[in-house]
């Protein structure tokens, strides 16, 4: 039998996807660029979710099945779980050895046949289920918890009049690694999704598909590799809609931009970032894309041409998220703390706020463009305006980091000038919270997640929250009353929630590799 060995390459990226799928992405980011992980040769797409917990996991059961296997190769009595610090200290495992052996000897008895090891070798090499990401470690030393069974699902702990039966979710497969982001077509019910199997994919949920399962298109993401064209074999960081859905932009860790027709076609390839594309955006004209890299750039892209219209360098650490103002000017934000607004063909920022005391994860703008919103790993959320240099509201109740956050299409401004302009967060502490920005309050507190929630999304009426978390489940809340209406739960933690142009289905992508989508007129 030949000897197992695993290089540091390996072992980089398996540290690397470990804190993707715990949630720590811009630790994730600075890893795998301090560990060269882009020029590893590793097929990201072949690796499985929980790799490196699978393995550590096998470690220690095979030193509890060492404990137990005497030195006459005979399965000593059963002992307690070892934690992976006990595994890796000699001494504990001396201790217990000597222990079981003292035990064996005083009951006179021993277990002959081996199928307690059987079994625990079975365990080990994961014969019993498929294990995927279930939780994040936030704090404290818990490696069983994220080893959870990919084909069954726990009860949720909601009323079960609310809870949506497995048979009203159609699941999607297909990717072969996590789907960190989807969205749907703003004209038709295309849903988009993007993986870490360096695939985009589009799956056609329209009614009057003829198949029993959605067709599937599949975007691989190829690079130039002596004169040929190979997968990048990394992830897809995100995805855009253009304003009349007949272009779907994705980025991706590879550094390229690609602009891609509702047919599936690569339609272009946008080439000057020096490294990952952490987000990307279309203004609402569908003539220009934005998007923000570790290089600590943003670019304008020419959409109907493919060439970089002007690249801003005004970050002094990775861009983390970007947002249209306008048609032509935009907010950025970075792990550098500071958020810039700049506008096309001008030289330097127009306006750059300062306020957040720690990496600065996402920003939007209110459906106006006049106030913009921007969370952080500070546990606050700010409100700025263009009128001032000190945020409006400094919004503190979250108690750990704040992953992103989303604005209600109705308030001021907009088709409801009456009411109060309302956003919506999404935390690290398991919560949601609803803010009347207005007021500077929190509305309502939602708590039925057990797990960091990483996506929140309004349905297009401004009625309904669908909120995304790692403990697998979809909530969907009354925004009016702070109530749970419906709830889902999925086989992996959720990274993205989305309502379709109609507001009648939630597409959701997960850290299994699964896509689901829940029709509301079925319920």
């Not at 220690?60 to 610090?85: C, F, H, N, P, W």
């Not at 749907?184 to 985009?200: I, R, V, Y």
């Not at 005004?314 to 000017?329: E, I, M």
Request: charged share 20%; glycine share 8%.
């Amino acid at each position: 039998m030949s000897t197992m060995s695993i290089s540091s390459d390996e072992v980089n990226f398996l540290v690397y996807r470990y804190l993707q799928e715990s949630g720590f992405q811009h630790s994730a980011y600075t890893f795998g660029i301090e560990s060269h992980i882009a020029q590893s040769n590793i097929n990201g797409g072949i690796v499985p979710p929980a790799a490196l917990l699978a393995i550590v996991q096998k470690g220690v059961k095979y030193t509890e099945a060492e404990i137990m296997l005497g030195e006459d190769g005979v399965d000593q009595r059963m002992m307690e779980s070892l934690s992976l610090i006990d595994a890796v200290m000699p001494d504990i495992v001396t201790t217990r050895q000597q222990a079981l052996q003292q035990q064996t000897q005083q009951s006179g008895t021993v277990s002959k046949g081996s199928s307690g090891l059987i079994k625990q070798e079975q365990e080990a090499n994961g014969e019993e289920n498929s294990t995927t990401a279930g939780s994040t470690v936030t704090s404290g030393i818990n490696y069983s918890s994220n080893l959870t069974s990919g084909t069954t699902t726990e009860p949720m702990d909601v009323d079960s009049s609310i809870e949506i039966p497995a048979n009203k979710a159609t699941v999607l497969r297909g990717h072969e690694s996590e789907v960190f982001i989807c969205a749907w077509n703003p004209t038709q019910d295309l849903l988009a999704s993007g993986s870490g199997d360096s695939t985009a994919r589009i799956w056609d949920m329209n009614d009057n598909s003829t198949t029993q399962l959605p067709n599937q298109l599949v975007l691989r993401h190829c690079i130039q590799k002596g004169g040929t064209e190979v997968p990048s074999n990394k992830d897809v960081t995100s995805l855009d809609w253009n304003c009349d859905g007949k272009f779907l932009a994705t980025g991706s860790y590879d550094g390229y931009a690609r602009i891609w027709t509702t047919e599936g076609r690569l339609a272009s390839t946008l080439g000057q970032h020096k490294g990952p594309i952490f987000a990307l955006k279309w203004n609402k004209e569908g003539n220009y894309i934005l998007s923000a890299g570790v290089d600590k750039t943003t670019i304008i892209w020419d959409a109907k041409t493919g060439q970089c219209t002007q690249q801003f360098s005004f970050h002094l650490a990775p861009a983390l998220d970007v947002d249209w103002q306008s048609n032509n000017s935009f907010a950025s934000c970075s792990t550098d703390q500071c958020i810039h607004v700049c506008k096309l063909h001008v030289d330097k920022p127009i306006k750059s706020f300062q306020g957040h005391t720690n990496e600065v994860n996402a920003i939007k703008w209110d459906p106006t463009g006049t106030l913009l919103a921007s969370c952080s790993d500070d546990m606050t959320l700010k409100i700025w305006s263009m009128k001032q240099d000190n945020c409006v509201h400094d919004l503190q109740a979250h108690s750990k980091e704040i992953y992103t956050i989303k604005w209600s299409p109705t308030g001021k401004g907009t088709a409801n000038p009456n009411m109060n302009s309302i956003l919506a967060s999404a935390s690290f502490d398991s919560t949601v919270r609803l803010w009347d920005v207005d007021r500077g309050a929190c509305i309502h507190t939602l708590t039925k997640h057990t797990e960091p929630v990483y996506s929140v999304a309004f349905s297009p009426d401004g009625k309904f929250l669908a909120s995304g978390s790692f403990d697998k489940c979809v909530h969907i809340w009354s925004t009016q009353n702070g109530q749970l209406v419906h709830s889902y739960k999925g086989t992996g933690g959720i990274f993205e929630v989305c309502w379709n142009s109609r507001g009648d289905k939630v597409g959701a992508s997960a850290s299994d590799g699964s896509v689901f989508v829940l029709d509301l007129r079925k319920l």
